[in-house]
């Protein structure tokens, strides 16, 4: 089976998060010497595909999911019968991240690896909660004390053609939720009522769109975003609030933490009857250039393309930061993501059969 038509394969499994519809079943059978280890957490269902080279040597992986959003309405074409039109295969998951998986799979069965294992960690839960995948994929293999050295990550990374983006770190993501408390009351007696909402105005804007730190050349400011605001749940205009809530984001760099959004929230908020929460999902993590899995990307995207990638942070968060937590060097690449997530999703396919290429030659050069 060629790579084109294994990817069209796996678009129509119906892999809606957590729902794999037996793709990871065909995946093994396609892969058959590799080792299957599939391992199962709360219902989601993920592969560990693994094959030894040598006794020496390095550990290269790639990672990525099978899962995919569900379609939403007003598609041209059935989103799980893909088609192809003008150069261009679409369904739902060819950008994110059918096509990289597909990619990753077939240079894996293609190329002569030189280094000690290769590893292909799939899973069925990415677009989700994200709690009970690659995550559970990695403690299985540091139980096996088999955690590669190097990984990539084959989410679709590039902007406006194939090469021009490599990933080389994420953000982190903090989230908040602060309750301004208050006394509601008659509109007409505002002495006898505590307005949330007017004691709440003046610190509003020491919050939204507040930069917690200036940024670096790696990552963009640490930029806290109010997200929801409400105050009361009455409906009527001579009415004063009880309370006032409020939701926010930052996706922090590394010079931002928990703690310091804790510490600014509370600063600004001095005076207030309040309650903060704030839970991290994710933390952020960088991988230096003069890596070796950053610089034979390059070098493999570089020999394919002809394009010189830009090395960068961009984005939301990605499965690479479970790598970084356990000390694995990460990157990430795939083809041009400028329709996930959305209706009639495409993938070129001349960018898909580069991707492959590039995957097949990182892997028997690396």
Request: negative net charge.
């Amino acid at each position: 089976m060629n790579a084109k038509d294994f990817l069209n394969e796996l678009l129509r499994f119906k892999s809606i998060t957590p729902e794999d519809d037996g793709a990871l079943n065909f995946i093994a059978i396609e892969l058959n010497d590799f080792e299957a280890i599939f391992i199962e957490k709360e219902g989601i269902r993920n592969l560990l595909l693994t094959k030894e080279f040598s006794k020496e040597g390095e550990h290269l992986a790639f990672g990525g999911h099978i899962d995919v959003v569900n379609p939403g309405e007003g598609w041209e074409n059935d989103p799980f019968k893909p088609v192809e039109k003008d150069g261009f295969i679409y369904a739902r998951g060819a950008q994110d991240m059918k096509s990289g998986l597909a990619a990753f799979l077939w240079a894996a069965k293609e190329a002569n690896f030189k280094g000690s294992r290769l590893s292909l960690l799939i899973t069925s839960d990415e677009e989700g909660e994200a709690k009970h995948g690659t995550l559970e994929l990695l403690k299985y293999m540091e139980e096996k004390q088999m955690l590669p050295d190097f990984a990539v990550v084959a989410e679709p990374t590039c902007v406006k053609k194939i090469g021009d983006s490599i990933k080389i770190g994420r953000r982190g993501s903090i989230n908040g939720k602060l309750l301004i408390k208050g006394k509601q009351g008659h509109a007409a007696y505002p002495e006898k009522c505590i307005n949330p909402i007017h004691d709440f105005a003046g610190v509003l804007k020491f919050l939204a769109g507040f930069n917690l730190d200036p940024g670096t050349a790696e990552f963009a400011p640490s930029k806290l975003v109010v997200t929801y605001m409400s105050a009361g749940d009455n409906k009527f205009a001579n009415v004063t609030p009880n309370d006032l809530k409020l939701m926010f984001n930052v996706r922090n760099s590394p010079d931002t933490s928990l703690h310091d959004v804790q510490n600014y929230v509370e600063k600004i908020c001095e005076g207030l009857d309040y309650e903060l929460q704030l839970t991290q999902s994710s933390k952020p993590f960088l991988t230096d250039t003069e890596n070796k899995i950053v610089q034979k990307l390059n070098e493999s995207v570089q020999k394919i393309t002809s394009v010189m990638p830009e090395l960068n942070t961009k984005g939301g968060t990605s499965d690479a930061r479970y790598f970084a937590e356990f000390g694995v060097q990460v990157a990430e690449f795939g083809v041009c993501n400028d329709t996930i997530h959305a209706v009639n999703e495409r993938v070129s396919v001349e960018e898909f059969e580069k991707l492959c290429l590039i995957f097949k030659d990182l892997i028997e050069n690396f």
